[in-house]
């Protein structure tokens, strides 16, 4: 077996390394000729770093951010909420589960989500444990976790499996409620991704993902269904 | 509930890599006749793309400079794809460090193989799976279900082909061709769920039905859309949320993709991943954009205990090899080319035969099965260049259809083609001869649509010939100017 793997390895990378011998052309039809590259040398410039005015705008002043983030939201029907403070966060946390009339929402510990799940008026599951059961979390109504990054650019919502609770939390349950705190939103997801990469250095978690809207699906005539696997409902509590 | 669902030998299979020579064409004529005269499909299949002209439009104008912004989704494919002696080992270093293991397939066989192994060794008893292309290029399913294996396709499209015994008609949009009436039907046999014509209810029983899969599931198997050299991630763009469960649940993970799918930094994905999802669905963003970085980490709630991938070659360090065509491996899957191709609103996705449909299809398909027998899906075209505009990352998509047909006509010539050419030169370089042939032509052509024949019964079956004008262009010309010609 081991032998094997190390022959069939051995044989792509060979192959690789042959193919590779003889040059390619650049991309066909840039628009930007002096981005064309020419030489080895050349590969090494970051395409993000040029892309970055010719993507969709994140804003450049914090009240922009929220202006774009609000629009992106609304657009992929996502409910935004915004809100003062923790204790407020807490309030409207508790509005939505009567409202909703949920049994029982799954949490995780952390200091955004914490206030606001030892008011609810509904039974509680947390998931920190490893070996939780995964069908107590299949049965609950909606799931509350912190968040990375909110990025204004997408309308997406950036969660990791180190510090939003593992990786079912955030997508199996009914519905997803995310706290965000204001100095959490970022203009691009460059800059969510930069983010996350200072905060975790050099330890990846082993899960990222940007959230941009509830879970939606246009596989039948190519008509938009939301819910199809994932939450249906994305609601954003935005602090601050 | 697994053990349950009956599933149907495919009977439309792509055509299997051992098909013998010569049949992918005659079935190809044969489907594409048929789908063409098929008004109701076309206009089916026409009207469910309308909706995604207009979403990518209003998503496109999002962008401060999409055409630019395609210059950098291409460059930072070509720096990968013609980096690739360096950032595939590169990649693999980083994810292996990350914790996963990395398995190399030179072909389908090979990937089966392994895949069955990780099976057997994690003991399984109920998959789950997420779309995968790859996986339906090297016919995992049928592999999987030889041995034993229930597998379930998690996607609500790949779900609904799975029931139907059918392969994709789209690689993004399998079931694009389905009504909801007929997916109802569907699931009313093998679900025993009430008629509905509602797709948001016809999604609900899907959902119903799926929940308590990905639960019990030992084993999760999904793609990959990138593959990022720098940190040893595995992006995974999909939206309607079954990956992520896919990836989150069972106790073992495994992701099959090609090795053109590696991109060297992080930051990269900040541009393709919009980029592909504006190209692929008229979107911002896809609903979930998800990078894993090997199995759960100590401190982690959850996730699986073992992540593997399968790296797959399958010809593609051939497309490597031809520096004119290498740009197809840019290709990220988005489906523009297909949403965009008068061909393939007119034939359908099956009448292809190939697991990757539509141009960008038909550009690699001979590389991976051989061009002798596929150089009909170069002829397939309508040269109008749609693909090329729609590609996000600017793969030359029709010049490369018509680099296949000189390459065929370079290996195998066509006697009767050469012949015909050869008899044009001759003719049209002699101003007499050529005066004469029109005239010739002129006087003979009612006739020859009354004969028919056989070089022109084909053509003529679907079309009628114009009555011939009265003189030549060229008598036309000099009478207009006053014979000053």
Request: proline letters at 7%; a neutral charge.
């Amino acid at each position: 077996m081991t032998a094997e793997r190390t022959t069939a390895r051995d044989a792509i990378l060979a192959r690789i390394g042959e193919a590779l011998r003889q040059p390619a052309p650049p991309p066909h039809g840039l628009v930007a000729r002096d981005l064309e590259p020419q030489t080895a040398p050349l590969l090494t410039i970051l395409p993000e770093a040029v892309a970055r005015p010719w993507l969709p705008d994140g804003g450049d002043t914090a009240a922009e951010r929220l202006r774009i983030l609000e629009e992106n939201l609304g657009r992929l029907r996502a409910l935004v909420r915004r809100v003062p403070d923790l204790t407020a966060a807490g309030d409207y946390f508790f509005a939505l589960c009567r409202e909703r009339d949920w049994q029982r929402v799954a949490w995780h510990a952390h200091p955004h989500v914490e206030p606001l799940v030892h008011q609810t008026p509904c039974a509680t599951f947390r998931v920190d444990d490893p070996g939780f059961d995964k069908n107590a979390l299949e049965s609950c109504d909606a799931g509350i976790t912190a968040c990375e990054a909110v990025v204004a650019q997408t309308g997406s919502i950036l969660v990791s499996s180190a510090s939003c609770g593992g990786r079912g939390l955030s997508i199996l349950p009914h519905v997803h409620v995310v706290v965000a705190t204001l100095d959490q939103l970022v203009a691009t997801l460059a800059d969510a991704l930069h983010a996350i990469r200072d905060r975790h250095a050099g330890h990846m978690p082993s899960m990222l993902s940007f959230i941009t809207g509830p879970s939606r699906t246009g596989d039948i005539e190519r008509i938009l269904v939301l819910g199809a696997h994932g939450p249906k409902e994305l609601i954003v509590i935005l602090v601050g | 509930m697994i053990n349950v669902m009956i599933v149907p030998t495919p009977n439309t299979e792509p055509a299997s890599d051992e098909e013998p020579p010569r049949l992918a064409k005659k079935r190809f004529l044969r489907d594409a006749t048929e789908h063409v005269r098929d008004v109701g499909h076309r206009a089916f299949v026409r009207k469910a793309l309308g909706g995604y002209y207009t979403s990518r439009d209003a998503q496109k104008s999002r962008f401060r400079d999409w055409e630019h912004a395609r210059d950098a989704a291409a460059i930072a494919k070509w720096s990968a794809v013609n980096r690739l002696d360096v950032l595939l080992p590169r990649f693999v270093a980083n994810f292996e460090a990350n914790g996963g293991r990395v398995h190399w397939a030179r072909d389908a066989a090979e990937a089966r193989g392994i895949i069955l192994g990780l099976l057997r060794d994690a003991k399984a008893k109920a998959v789950i799976k997420s779309k995968c292309m790859t996986s339906e290029e090297v016919h995992l399913n049928a592999a999987m279900e030889q041995d034993g294996y229930g597998v379930v396709e998690s996607d609500l499209g790949e779900f609904i082909q799975q029931l139907r015994g059918e392969p994709p008609y789209h690689f993004v949009f399998p079931c694009m061709h389905v009504r909801r009436d007929e997916i109802s039907d569907l699931f009313g046999r093998h679900l025993g769920t009430p008629p509905t014509d509602s797709p948001e209810e016809l999604t609900m029983i899907a959902r119903r039905h799926m929940r308590r899969l990905y639960v019990d599931a030992d084993v999760g198997i999904t793609g990959a859309n990138f593959l990022v050299a720098e940190t040893g991630q595995i992006s995974i763009t999909e939206n309607e949320g079954n990956a992520r469960l896919t990836a989150a649940l069972p106790r073992v993970h495994i992701a099959l993709a090609g090795i053109e799918k590696v991109v060297e930094h992080l930051d990269d994905l900040a541009v393709l991943l919009p980029m592909l999802a504006t190209a692929g669905a008229g979107q911002p963003m896809t609903c979930y954009n998800t990078l894993y970085a090997g199995p759960r980490r100590p401190g982690e709630a959850d996730g699986p205990e073992e992540m593997h991938l399968v790296l797959l070659d399958n010809q593609r360090t051939a497309i490597l090899a031809d520096p004119e065509q290498r740009d197809s491996l840019h290709c990220i899957r988005c489906g523009a080319c297909l949403n965009v191709c008068p061909i393939f609103k007119n034939v359908g996705g099956f009448t292809y035969g190939t697991t990757y449909q539509g141009p960008i299809g038909s550009v690699i398909t001979p590389h991976l099965r051989g061009l002798a027998d596929w150089n009909h899906l170069s002829g397939a075209s309508s040269l109008c260049g749609a693909c090329s505009d729609a590609c996000p990352v600017r793969i030359d998509i029709h010049h490369h259809l018509l680099h296949n047909r000189r390459n065929a006509a370079r290996t195998a010539p066509n006697r009767w083609e050469r012949l015909g050419h050869r008899l044009f030169v001759a003719v049209a370089g002699r101003p007499w001869l050529f005066a004469a042939a029109g005239a010739a032509f002129r006087r003979t052509l009612p006739l020859l649509t009354w004969l028919r024949p056989p070089l022109l019964r084909d053509w003529l079956a679907s079309r009628d010939l114009p009555p011939p004008p009265a003189r030549s262009f060229r008598s036309e010309w000099s009478r207009r100017r006053g014979g000053a010609a």
